[in-house]
């Protein structure tokens, strides 16, 4: 049946990730290429060819798409996109043209919690916070099998609470957000001093990517990390820190049993995992009078926003097949007697 597949696309601020999701979660093919950031109608373009791409070798009705960016209540439009240039971008409306698929869009971090709860790392569990570290910091809440969305759509933005004002300029427009102390940026931002500072850890990081500075990235940090280095070690030691903190403030706001930790960066695992949880052991509120929540790395790596994307869009399409079936006639029926109504 074509509704065992659903495409999922995953835009973050610097790669698309998509692919062709089934039933159990397994991406049969998938596609990637680099996001463009400046022009939304250039991101709809990349969304086309690739649903084109996929769809050459596969039967799809859903399409399902995790956004880098605040998502309306209606799960149709993106608000604002920090490292984008999403404006009240009525997306879902625009691919569905385009496409002529159901689509549904929502943040990318609630697409990949949704993957972990549904198929990962955090499957059956009541309450569950998702962190998505790359480009920046994305966050989900997912309680009773619900991604808790917030009255508008937006919550879980995690990465732009406030831990240092006055802090680092971040791209949402404030200071001393949390993603500028606890992401990819983070480290790549640190790296690329190092290299320019003239330091020795900075010169170790060119080898590795035959001098060019933009190569400079997160992967490239715990690569080294991985070898001993001790001065990769330091600076994932310092986002990890930094991250254990901000878990610290969410389990003391909502108390979850589990916090998966997912996104590139995630890679480094214990080099990032362990100060993380020592960090939230020294900082959670009542710590040593109560029960503390699991820190665990995510299970679907990568894959996680485009396999939630796809797994959303299949779900609401079922849903809403229901919904219709369950509806009264209009003659005879609760709806009709009501339309029938006379002010």
Request: hydrophobic share 40%; with cysteine; net charge neutral.
């Amino acid at each position: 049946m074509a509704e065992r597949l659903s495409i999922g696309i995953d835009i973050g601020g610097t790669r698309v990730k998509a692919g062709v999701v089934d039933l159990d979660g397994h991406v049969l093919e998938r596609v990637s290429r680099d996001t463009p950031t400046t022009s939304p109608a250039a991101v709809l373009d990349a969304i086309g060819d690739i649903v084109a791409k996929l769809r050459q070798n596969h039967h799809v009705t859903t399409l399902g798409i995790g956004a880098a960016g605040f998502v309306d209540a209606t799960q149709s439009t993106v608000l604002f996109s920090p490292h984008l240039a999403w404006r009240h971008e009525p997306l879902r409306d625009a691919v569905q043209r385009r496409t002529r698929l159901s689509v549904l869009v929502d943040n990318d971090a609630n697409a990949a919690a949704w993957a972990e709860w549904r198929f990962g790392a955090a499957q059956n569990e009541e309450a569950m916070i998702c962190l998505t570290l790359g480009t920046g910091i994305g966050g989900s809440l997912v309680i009773d099998g619900r991604p808790h969305r917030g009255r508008f759509g937006i919550a879980g933005e995690f990465g732009h609470m406030i831990v240092v004002p006055g802090g680092r300029a971040c791209e949402c427009g404030n200071h001393g957000c949390l993603e500028q102390y606890a992401s990819g940026n983070a480290l790549i931002r640190d790296a690329r001093a190092a290299v320019e500072r003239g330091e020795d850890y900075g010169k170790r990081l060119l080898e590795r990517v035959d001098g060019d500075l933009e190569q400079v990235n997160g992967l490239v940090v715990c690569g080294l990390a991985r070898e001993g280095d001790e001065d990769a070690i330091r600076s994932l030691d310092e986002v990890g820190s930094w991250l254990g903190i901000g878990i610290a403030n969410l389990a003391a706001a909502f108390d979850p049993g589990l916090f998966v930790v997912g996104g590139g960066v995630s890679d480094a695992d214990g080099l990032l995992l362990e100060p993380a949880r020592e960090a939230f052991r020294r900082t959670l509120t009542g710590r040593g009078f109560r029960p503390e929540a699991l820190i665990v790395r995510a299970h679907l790596g990568n894959d996680a926003g485009m396999i939630g994307a796809a797994d959303m869009a299949r779900t609401m399409r079922r849903r809403s097949r229901r919904n219709r079936r369950r509806r009264p006639r209009t003659e005879g029926g609760a709806l009709g007697r009501l339309s029938g109504r006379r002010a």
